[in-house]
């Protein structure tokens, strides 16, 4: 190829040499310049085109780092062969993917999801963090330690020895980003072999997770106390997944000697191992909060998590667990292409926001909040003089209702929202489908809404459910 | 039982009930109070202990509660049955864990793992989250979207048009906390029966990622234009995990025609996908960046991954991933139990950063700086006069040195750090060893050190390599 001609835009804002880069590699793939052409020199296109040689060096060296162009040594440029991209016939279907099925809006919603909007020690968390974002802290920069910050580590520790009666060292926790990313680390240590028991009624995410992951998993069903050890032995499950504290969704407390039995079972076999979820334990508003479950354990049968999702805000992102020796000599073996996630910068607040006693007072005075919140809806409810009845231990972030108008459980959600009042049937968290309770339950989590929201929002749903003609299955009786 | 005596402490701290708690439920647990024992009545332990019935009523609510006793109505308050705790054998070696081996101190590191200390803008970092914590932003307390924040994944997607020629949507990304937790979102996606070709030599932690989810996965040798595709085929990969712009840890770039080729075999078959971690594409010192090959992609062929370790610190846990379409409705379907793991707080601070201009300044910056000092490396490689050869393109923030001396790599990597100076041999990311080049060669990172101490360090290393006497094999030549 003797020369190259290409209209220079001098207006736009691209440097000459990529604009001759575009050029030509458009030429090039396009196939008008075919392969093994030899593209003018750089002195003879520097004159032809009135830019300088240097212009035209780095569009060739540009060229050349991405396989369009060869320099042979005293020879020139030469196009390099490329084939031809074969398209694969456009999968059907691929679409853009739907829009969720947009949901009715609600005036107020028990939703379970969230934390008090009011009360977040903004301030405080502002502060410590501008004092942590510190140039002279080396630290901030470095991808840390793959269980997470250790001072962080052993003030979590701390707390969970003095809160939460659980015994643990700072070494044996692993801080991440959430439950579903503990479940994901324990299902590659403990095996996918293993078969993995939960609740149910239980959280709806968990066999989701254990489906994707492809872990063998059974659901198990629960009583007022829990997991029957009963059914614990007929499902085959070698690590089971439980509340104790407050048995999501029901509400229930594990009585001692159910978490003695529990133990025992893990106890039996090597193997066998109990993931105590303790999900929303600050917030217990009579007598004590109860001690975890791996307090009573002397075996390292217990894999203890927790978060501060409840505790401060979901949207922090921050989980733990406390491994036993053993499966920690693991982690710390097999686990090694593992950087904790949780981000440096916050991780340093949190624990300082730990040492410095600000944890303990939000907790103490979010306790006060919720108990309230509490009262208002269980309140409201008795004052309806309806006939409803709360299930579930005087504890967490949410209740369970019975409603006994002889709606089911469909009609009483669908009744709910038509007023504007959003609540969440239990079915949902039901695995096994058959042991649904026959009377129709439902999930109220009031941490969101204030306290004369929860009262006007009852006072909607009670005329919603037992004022009027009540819909049956679509006849009016 | 009659009455209860306890040693009640009115110097400690824990108020009276506590103390009575915790003393019956020794009791109960030691078995000095066995099961069906009735407590005393509230009337009567009070007036023996002098303490009113309302403490007493807290302690046998709490017992209760956690159901060591039961309440029966007009009868009073009876022990429950509990079960022994069996203890199983402890199992043996279970130990505290070994400490690591211990890393021989050095003065210079030549570590591929960390970014520049001293150019972080701390400052505009520091202002942007003090803006962003804000008690009027209700978004910030809620879990929000499983792929990440609306507004950042737009940042991204923008910058990645911009600056990587990739073509994506905001909807395409997946923001999540370090290329091991999009890995393994992808392996749940795509199954663990697709096969995974991974670089041969290649970034180290993804054959221990595969192994941990008992994904199948083939080691392919690469030549200097990347993966060869007679060896993708040979290994019977669907996916294969490569890095175009920068291979790790080679350093070279793959030219558009091996992209093409490796497209071409994507497209022949359904189910097949590649990888693209682009993972320091930021940083080329010479001409343009390579666009991404996901540029090329007209199928949906080519999952791409980027983050935010290399450009601005390892240290805030950020990656992301542009999932083709089908792959993002199977990934919306499937994985609903997700939560970015990424806390809203970073999430906001990192959109604000990219969308008023700080990123890009932040890159330019930084370009220069890590050019500069590479030029002191290879500047002072050059000036040593000593038979070492750099390997790679001018890219990223490590080169490869071979060292033309007769020691082996072990050898090399000795004799370097008993004179102060750690170097990182290649062979440890060879998978298939035997593909591993007979001449020993060396990855030296450079972000983490000053200009003059590379100069320093190099000085150091040709000294430790090139005078005195070389050992070879323990024989002093």
């Known amino acids: 190829m003797e020369m190259l001609t290409f209209a220079m835009d001098t207006e736009d804002g691209a440097p000459l040499y990529l604009q001759l880069y575009e050029y030509i590699k458009s030429e090039i793939r396009s196939g008008n310049i075919p392969c093994s052409t030899k593209l003018p020199s750089k002195r003879k296109l520097s004159s032809h085109l009135g830019i300088s040689q240097n212009t035209i060096q780095a569009a060739y060296d540009q060229l050349i780092a991405e396989g369009y162009v060869m320099p042979l040594e005293r020879k020139g440029f030469f196009v390099c062969k490329l084939d031809n991209i074969v398209k694969l016939e456009s999968a059907a279907g691929a679409g853009t993917g739907e829009s969720r099925k947009s949901l009715q809006k609600a005036d107020h919603d028990f939703s379970y999801n969230g934390v008090d909007m009011q009360n977040f020690p903004f301030s405080t968390w502002r502060r410590i963090t501008k004092d942590v974002i510190n140039e002279y802290d080396g630290e901030l920069l470095r991808s840390g330690d793959i269980q997470g910050n250790a001072a962080l580590r052993r003030s979590i520790a701390d707390y969970l020895r003095q809160s939460r009666g659980v015994s643990c060292s700072a070494d044996q926790i692993v801080v991440s980003a959430g439950t579903e990313y503990l479940f994901q680390i324990l299902i590659q240590l403990l095996g996918r072999d293993s078969v993995y028991g939960i609740e149910n009624p239980g959280y709806e995410k968990l066999n989701l997770l254990f489906n994707s992951s492809r872990a063998k998993f059974k659901a198990i069903n629960i009583d007022n106390d829990g997991m029957v050890l009963e059914n614990i032995r007929k499902s085959g499950s070698d690590v089971i997944c439980i509340t104790p504290a407050h048995q999501f969704p029901s509400g229930g407390i594990m009585p001692i000697n159910r978490r ?107 306790r006060t909040i919720y108990k309230k919140k509490r009262e208002a809806l269980s309140g409201a409810i008795a004052q309806a003089g309806s006939p409803m009845e709360i299930v579930g231990a005087d504890a967490g972030l949410h209740l369970i209702l019975r409603v006994n108008n002889g709606m089911s459980e469909r009609q009483l959600v669908d009744s709910a929202i038509r007023s504007g009042v959003r609540v969440y049937g239990l079915s949902k968290y039901y695995l096994d489908k058959e042991y649904l309770n026959k009377k129709p339950e439902l999930l109220l989590g009031y941490a969101t809404m204030g306290e004369e929201e929860i009262a006007e929002a009852v006072e909607i749903l009670s005329r919603a459910w037992f004022s009027g003609p009540i819909e049956l299955e679509g006849q009016v009786i």
Chains 1, 2 share one sequence.
């Open 260 to 366: 003695i039995q529990i133990l025992n079972w893990a106890n039996e076999r090597s193997g066998r191992y109990i993931i105590e979820d303790d999900y929303d334990s600050e917030f217990k508003y009579s007598g004590k909060p109860i001690p975890a479950l791996q307090g009573l354990d002397s075996s390292g049968k217990v894999i203890y998590m927790g978060a501060f999702s409840k505790s401060l805000s979901p949207s922090l992102r921050i989980s733990y667990m406390v491994l036993p020796e053993k499966l920690l000599k693991e982690f710390k073996e097999k686990m090694s292409f593992i950087i904790c996630p949780v981000p440096m910068i916050e991780q340093k607040v949190l624990c300082r926001f730990i040492q410095e006693g600000y944890f303990e007072r939000h907790l103490n005075k979010m």
